[in-house]
């Protein structure tokens, strides 16, 4: 393996909060949680880069909704300038401080990115949405503003997004329900899951719903993978997409990726 994909992949498993803030997230988020997962995100980071770098000795990267850094770190690390972008201030401190040895390979600016996306003064080489596609309600508007903001030859690069859930078929979603119930059995209120995985299952949607606001996907079944390679393709990119399976349950996460099951995936789009 490269040297800088055991490298990118144990940066990606760095959590910012504190002690039991960081447990909880790292235990439901399954590409920093499983090794396997860390080691392909690192992979493809690399290829990212090495891309880039065909047409940039430095180049640029936008990090969207960027948080403690678990795409900034990686790039920085790789040699790439960063433009890392979140509205949480406090997270973004926490990114500053761990990022400070890179001194001006660093710029980050604290906004919404709907903010970002309308600025543009400046181009970039890789634009990057790590686990955040699925949050944002009109992500197809958001990846074509995203891509405006890209050079010629950029990529747009996303990774930790749901399938659609209707194209996954009945066997791998009986599957994927039963690794979550497996997994949420120990985290506490179980019952107040499984009423809400009902409801949204018959698509009723409650704004004022914490948990419908984060795990917004779940409310909308997915995100539509063909719809964004559909959209990347009229903007004249080749769209690579990279499909695998992704659970909270550490048994579960095994059995699914040997039975070739997928529920998640990756793009790396090319423009030109």
């Known amino acids: 393996m490269d040297d800088r994909v055991s490298r990118i992949a144990s940066l990606a498993n760095i959590a910012s909060y504190d002690a039991v803030e960081a447990a909880e997230y790292i235990d439901g988020a399954p590409h920093i949680k499983h090794a396997s997962l860390r080691e392909l995100y690192g992979r493809l980071v690399v290829l990212v880069y090495d891309r880039a770098r065909e047409r940039s000795d430095q180049p640029h990267v936008l990090d969207l909704g960027a948080g403690e850094g678990s795409v900034t770190l990686p790039f920085l690390e790789l040699g790439a300038k960063v433009t890392a972008v979140d509205i949480s201030?406090?997270?973004?401190?926490?990114?500053?401080a761990r990022c400070e040895r890179f001194g001006d390979q660093l710029k980050v600016r604290c906004e919404d990115i709907s903010d970002t996306l309308?600025?543009?003064?400046?181009?970039?080489?890789v634009i990057v949405a790590n686990s955040f596609l699925h949050h944002i309600p009109d992500y197809l508007g958001m990846i074509a503003a995203a891509?405006?903001?890209?050079?010629?030859?950029?990529?747009?690069f996303s990774f930790q997004d749901p399938l659609r859930y209707d194209s996954i078929g009945k066997l791998a979603t009986a599957f994927n329900n039963l690794a979550y119930l497996s997994w949420r059995i120990f985290k506490g209120d179980v019952?107040?899951?499984?009423k809400r995985r009902l409801r949204r299952s018959r698509g009723i949607y409650l704004e004022d719903a914490m948990e419908d606001q984060a795990e917004y996907h779940a409310v909308r079944g997915g995100l539509d993978q063909d719809a964004i390679a559909r959209l990347l393709d009229e903007r004249g990119f080749s769209c690579e997409l990279v499909t695998y399976y992704a659970t909270q349950s550490s048994l579960f996460q095994p059995v699914g990726a040997a039975l070739g099951?997928?529920?998640?995936?990756?793009?790396?789009a090319r423009k030109g």
């Open 191 to 194: 019952l107040g899951g499984l």
């Open 261 to 268: 099951i997928r529920n998640m995936f990756s793009i790396i």
């Open 118 to 125: 309308k600025d543009r003064s400046e181009r970039f080489d």
């Open 89 to 96: 201030a406090g997270q973004l401190e926490t990114l500053r």
């Open 147 to 156: 891509t405006e903001l890209l050079k010629p030859n950029g990529q747009f």
